[in-house]
């Protein structure tokens, strides 16, 4: 004979804190028993929404390679969205120490270092024949307008730590929207000959400029580098902590910026020329971390390592 639910005591006592959660929002528990027992018992591929997530691959061309550069950018968002999760967490962390946000910084390495080991995807994965033909049908989309990773950018530093380098440790102050509209990235879009905007960050701007104004508000005391050395300020801050920040700030503004500058290298290097992004962006000029020197924490790095920042790696690809 099974025992009922009345002897098992962990049920019991169970039953008794979903009765005082629901009693406390003004809810029955017993109708939503009731409802437990009508419901089916949902399946893997439900969870997960497998179907709507396998049928949001529109290939805009006959190339079988369109796929693999389709999936894997939508692959990088995921994971993107993944390191916005965790900035939140730290972000509005009541009474934050050092072993949380040592821990959310831990997170975001794994996902980055999963990104960079992951794009040789791109780099070896497809026929370079078959994307110099597919990518004249994106225009004008490309990685550029990638929005989660400038949320990315704006949730890890301060803005003035992203400004363009001309503009970069200026004494005046300057404010938010002339901050945003000197960002580094903006320069990467911007047409050499004519000096004008591309009609991709046109686009981009447009449709996402209010947000990341908000963004900025929202994180402007509450980005990573932020929360670090306020705990720095009260002493709090260990070196396991200031080691991982490091790796982070390497993984992904070196060693995530690099993977891409690789593959760009490798579809539209052609002997000394090259071939223009999607976007019209300037990749040689963008992508390489020697010629923007983006650094997310740049207390935590020697005058000596910023000057050398990503200059080896970048040398060595160029002219192994």
């Given amino acids: 004979m099974k025992p009922s639910i009345s002897d098992n005591k962990n049920i019991h006592d169970l039953l008794e804190q979903l009765s005082v959660k629901y009693a406390n929002s ?4 017993e109708h939503y028993l009731k409802g437990l027992l009508e419901a089916n018992f949902e399946p893997y591929w439900d969870y997960i929404n497998l179907e709507s997530l396998l049928a949001l691959q529109h290939p805009k061309t006959d190339h079988p390679d369109e796929l693999i550069f389709i999936a894997y950018h939508q692959y990088s968002e995921l994971f993107l969205k993944l390191i916005l999760h965790e900035l939140k967490q730290a972000a509005f962390k009541i009474n934050l120490d050092a072993a949380y946000l040592n821990e ?3 997170r975001i390495n794994r996902y980055v270092e999963s990104l960079a080991h992951s794009f040789d995807i791109m780099i070896d994965g497809m026929e370079r024949e078959q ?3 597919f990518r004249m049908a994106l225009l004008p989309a490309s990685g550029f307008q990638s929005a989660q990773y400038r949320f990315v950018e704006l949730g890890l530093t301060n803005i003035e730590n992203l400004l363009h380098v001309d503009h970069r440790n ?3 102050k300057l404010s938010l929207l002339e901050l945003l509209d ?3 990235w903006r320069q990467g879009a911007i047409d050499t000959k004519s000096g004008e905007k591309t009609l991709t960050l046109k686009q981009f701007e447009a449709y996402y400029d209010i947000r990341f104004e908000r963004f900025v508000t929202k994180y402007r005391k509450t980005n990573l580098y932020q929360l670090f050395l306020n705990l720095k300020e009260a002493g709090k801050a260990n ?5 991982n920040m490091r790796l982070l700030d390497y993984n992904l503004n070196v060693n995530w910026r690099l993977a891409h500058f690789k593959s760009a290298i490798k579809y539209l290097k052609q002997k000394n020329q090259a071939v223009a992004a999607t976007g019209g962006t300037n990749w040689t000029e963008y992508l390489p971390p020697r010629f923007q020197k983006v650094i997310a924490f740049p207390s935590l790095w020697t005058d000596q ?9 970048v040398l060595e690809q160029i002219n192994p």
């Avoid at 003004?26 to 528990?29: A, M, R, S």
């Avoid at 070196?239 to 080691?243: G, V």
Wanted: glycine share 6%; proline share 0%; aromatic share 14%.
């Fill in 182 to 184: 000197k960002l580094y």
């Fill in 305 to 313: 390592e910023k000057e050398e920042w990503g200059k080896k790696w």
């Fill in 131 to 133: 994307f110099l033909k």
């Fill in 239 to 243: 070196q396991s902590l200031i080691d």
């Fill in 170 to 172: 200026k004494d005046a």
């Fill in 104 to 106: 959310r910084v831990v």
């Fill in 26 to 29: 003004g809810q029955d528990l």
